[in-house]
């Protein structure tokens, strides 16, 4: 039997493509153990082995498990949980995940995996023989046809951001490869309906056929027993016809007592009550017999079906089995991106590491600032996380290790603390040393992590662009190495592994070792620790090792590819800062510590004998003077960066004030204009109702008056008119503007007058004009040269007002010498108070006050000011009572450390320094 469909044979797989193994862990370059030499084999199981162990003891199983939060598909999620983030096998590699990264966290939205299904066990099942259903052959054509949607999605993207589309290459290429099976997914199409789970006719010939004649038997079937069924009921034999099926054949219900009605009839059940037999009347024999057999053939040709479809499912294996792989890589990609967003990481710069390439010395092998451990840093995340929330049932980040590390370790401090890890390019050996409980330990397992994290192409929790170099193997001997199964003690341990670590370990490999040399006698655990150093400095790329000898930091003083590191420890509150010092040797301050615990002062001091005469050549009181001098220098640069801060946030808050009363402009004219619209239009409908109601008095007095009366009620009529828009003329200063003959007027010192350059705004005369007739007006605290012929008077002026108001300038000038000259700061005090500028926010209007008013209002708003800014205090030019009463009140406040006219255009305002 053939499938009845227009398809084609499906295309040859394509070629193998490189790509990553994403069902085991990329550990280190693949060898081919069956053609190398039994040694070669051997150190290759050797370096998985001790790589595995690596990966557990800085619990990268852990981090992956962060990742599994963000995983969109069953298969991210698996891999991820198990540990099984695909590793870098090479430099390139690595860089090709972390540009995956960067791509998928600079999508504009995220992608719909929401069809997309771990069918690999389908598929090995359609190789392995077995016939699959019709639920798995659908949820193969969901996944397929999410996969070209997935590409569909990616392209569309893409294609609409023409800037930036090669920023979505990476993602691109991973699908680009893929074969989608579009024709076994129109197949499965067209033979299933996914919806129903069913087999559709058209799938074959011989199964449209085989229904066909089903459906006409059945049809004829069901219309003779519901006739038979209705010959017993109206016989009595039934209460109701009754049509069933029993041993697979359609029957009718009949009374025991009653089937007789049915001769030649076949019993075929019985009920439990015996009351009721299931008859097939003989009629219906070969209907049911037809039945029956076209039953099976159908069966029989729906199970054809699906063995084809099988067969074309096994034979595309390889396609879909790639295709999964993709797609998990596409995943994981998102993972990784939403995991570096949700921790705020930043793409690391991975470096080639060889110092060849370095122009200068000083160049930096490992360039990392303020960065986190990942684990720890996710209790501070969780809380601000909906996400992890939402999964937390699939995240399980922090062990009982890093329990302890938490309480034990970063107890009492901001946690986690940001760590900078800065090494040079000529540096191989580290030496860190430092008080127990400092953070040694973890510094160095985040190195490891950040490390694995880069080879992963996942971001860093860290600042800036971490830079750091690509390790082929990446080696730990950290944590206890006791076994009592081999007989091995925790010395012994540490040495087997030590053994094994520098067997294995190359020019790319970074090993780190914790405790070197400790669990042993020290004169020769440290002869032993300088050997593996001096070795490893030949060996490896970059080893990290801790200790508390302090012979194995004088290792730098002899072997310039040696670097010592320290842990802070702060004498005031003898507790680590779990900072690293870089270049430093650091004290194992057990003393310290013992001390701070609650020793007996007793005990501490003969310890402190007994190390006097152990290390005559300390020099304790050296190393105190010059950890002085370090912390003195430290603290000096902390004050300048918190000055430098404290500077910047002056300027952005007066940036944000002036930015907000520049925006507040336009709705605060808009209001002013719409306010006096209303006012306008208010004022025009009183007068013209006011003026209805005199024509309406007019006309009522019109028609009871005498003509001869009819003239002194006109006449009484206009003046009630002409009161009524007397009463509503504008009564300001701008409708009172003398019609004066321009050339005959001379403008007085003190006179207001109106400025036509100004806008007819109102301005003061400060200085009588000149011979060239200009004259020097003040229009609030500009002042400007007009002449004379853009000046106009007011009705109003005032020649009295004029020459008081000249008077009180060549008072008030000579205040403000004497003011000066008493209140006038000492040169050597230099106290910053930021830009001198007037905002809304650092200014008090005292005008229009009384004097006990404007004393408390005044006050008030020194009070209120933070330490070094300034105050502006707009008193006014009037009589001066205002102003000297606030110039009093500033000689005697203790907050005000000078004051001094606001300019000298400005009689009106006064600045004081509020210290």
């Not at 699959?132 to 054509?141: D, F, G, P, T, Y």
């Not at 020769?524 to 194995?552: C, F, M, P, W």
């Not at 500009?782 to 007002?801: C, E, K």
């Not at 009572?881 to 009140?889: G, H, P, R, S, T």
Request: glycine share 6%; net charge negative.
């Amino acid at each position: 039997m053939e499938l009845r469909n227009p398809f084609i044979t499906l295309r040859p797989p394509p070629p193998p493509i490189l790509r990553l193994n994403l069902n085991h862990r990329p550990i280190i370059p693949t060898l081919s153990l069956s053609t190398a030499s039994p040694e070669s084999t051997h150190r290759v199981r050797l370096a998985e082995s001790l790589q595995a162990g690596t990966l557990e003891t800085l619990e990268w199983p852990s981090v992956c498990k962060q990742v599994s939060a963000f995983a969109s598909t069953a298969m991210g999620l698996s891999a991820a949980q198990g540990g099984r983030l695909p590793l870098g096998k090479s430099p390139e590699e690595s860089r090709r995940l972390l540009a995956q990264t960067a791509a998928a966290a600079a999508l504009p939205r995220p992608l719909d995996f929401s069809g997309i299904e771990d069918v690999s066990r389908i598929v090995k099942s359609s190789v392995s023989g077995e016939l699959v259903s019709i639920s798995e052959l659908c949820a193969v054509n969901r996944t397929l046809r999410s996969a070209r949607d997935l590409f569909e999605q990616l392209e569309e993207i893409a294609l609409r951001d023409d800037d930036s589309s090669e920023r979505y290459l990476p993602l691109l290429e991973i699908l680009r490869s893929c074969n989608f099976m579009a024709e076994l997914e129109q197949k499965i199409g067209y033979c299933i309906d996914c919806n129903f789970s069913i087999i559709l006719d058209r799938a074959s010939e011989d199964l449209e056929i085989i229904r066909s004649e089903r459906k006409r038997n059945t049809e004829n079937l069901d219309s003779l027993l519901k006739e038979v069924s209705a010959r017993i009921y109206q016989g009595g034999g039934i209460d109701r016809p009754l049509i069933t099926k029993r041993r697979s054949r359609m029957c009718v219900g009949i009374r025991a007592s009653h089937r007789s009605l049915l001769p030649g009839g076949i019993i075929l059940n019985i009920s439990s009550s015996g009351a009721t037999y299931f008859m097939e009347p003989k009629e219906a024999v070969e209907l049911n017999n037809l039945e029956v057999r076209l039953s099976k053939a159908e069966k029989d040709a729906e199970q054809a079906i699906l063995s084809l479809l099988t067969s074309e499912l096994a034979e595309s294996n390889v396609d879909i089995k790639y295709l999964l792989g993709r797609i998990l890589e596409l995943d994981l990609a998102f993972a990784r991106a939403a995991h570096g967003q949700w921790m705020h990481g930043v793409c690391p710069n991975i470096t080639s590491g060889a110092c060849e390439y370095y122009e200068t010395d000083s160049s930096l092998l490992v360039d990392i600032e303020a960065i986190q451990h990942p684990l720890l840093l996710e209790t501070s995340l969780r809380s601000s996380s909906d996400h992890i929330v939402s999964n937390s049932t699939s995240l399980d980040p922090l062990n009982e290790r890093n329990g302890a590390m938490k309480s034990e370790v970063f107890s009492g401090i901001d946690f986690p603390v940001p760590i900078d890890i800065k090494i040079g390019c000529s540096t191989k050996v580290v030496v860190i040393s430092g008080p127990n409980t400092g953070g040694k330990t973890a510094s160095m397992k985040t190195l490891g992590l950040a490390s694995l994290m880069s080879k992963a192409g996942m971001y860093l929790p860290a600042k800036r662009q971490p830079m750091l170099p690509w390790f082929d193997l990446i080696l730990a001997d950290i944590g206890d190495q006791q076994s009592l199964e081999q007989n091995l003690s925790t010395f012994s341990g540490h040495i087997s592994h030590l053994c094994k670590i520098l067997e294995v370990a190359t020019k790319e490999s970074l090993v780190l070792i914790d405790e070197i040399g400790s669990g042993t006698d020290p004169s020769e655990g440290v002869a032993l620790s300088a050997s593996i150093l001096q070795y490893l400095k030949d060996r490896a790329n970059l080893a990290v090792v801790t200790t508390h000898y302090a012979d194995l930091t004088r290792l730098k003083e002899k072997d310039p590819r040696f670097e010592n590191a320290a842990m802070e420890f702060s004498q005031e509150t003898l507790q680590p800062t779990y900072q690293i010092m870089w270049g430093h040797r650091g004290d194992s301050n057990a003393l310290s510590v013992a001390k701070s615990i609650g020793f007996d002062d007793r005990i501490i001091e003969h310890a402190r004998i007994w190390v006097d005469k152990l290390m005559p050549e300390k020099q304790q009181t050296r190393q105190s003077l010059l950890y002085q001098s370090l912390m003195e220098e430290k603290n000096k640069l902390e004050a300048q960066e918190r000055r430098a801060a404290s500077l910047r946030s002056d300027v952005m808050n007066l940036y944000h004030e002036v930015k907000d009363e520049a925006e507040d402009l336009d709705w605060r004219e808009t209001a002013l204009m719409a306010k006096e619209t209303q006012n306008v239009k208010r004022e025009l409908k009183l007068a013209k109702s006011q003026m209805e109601a005199v024509v309406q008095e007019l006309e009522n007095q019109l028609r009871t008056t005498s003509a001869e009366n009819f003239n002194s009620l006109i006449k009484k009529s206009e003046s009630a008119i002409a009161s009524i828009l007397e009463a509503h003329c504008p009564s300001d200063d701008f409708s009172s503007v003398r019609e004066a003959d321009e050339s005959s007027y001379t403008p007085q010192i003190g006179e207001q007058v109106l400025v036509k350059r100004l806008g007819n705004k109102l301005a003061t005369v400060v200085e009588a004009p000149g011979d060239d007739n200009a004259v020097l007006v003040q229009y609030g605290k500009i002042r400007v040269r007009v002449n004379r012929s853009n000046i106009t008077a007011l009705q109003n002026s005032n020649t009295v007002a004029a020459k008081s108001y000249a008077q009180h300038l060549k008072r008030q000038g000579q205040q403000r010498r004497n003011s000066r000259d008493i209140l006038e700061v000492s040169k050597d005090e230099e106290v910053s108070y930021g830009p001198v500028v007037q905002t809304s926010k650092n200014t008090v209007d005292l005008r229009g006050m009384r004097v006990e008013e404007a004393s408390h209002c005044l006050n008030t708003a020194i009070s209120s000011r933070g330490s070094n800014s300034v105050l502006f205090i707009i008193h006014g030019m009037g009589t001066g009572v205002i102003k000297e009463c606030a110039i009093e009140i500033l000689k005697k406040h203790p907050r005000v450390t000078k004051f001094e006219q606001e300019s000298q255009i400005n009689y009106g305002c006064t600045v004081a320094y509020i210290n």
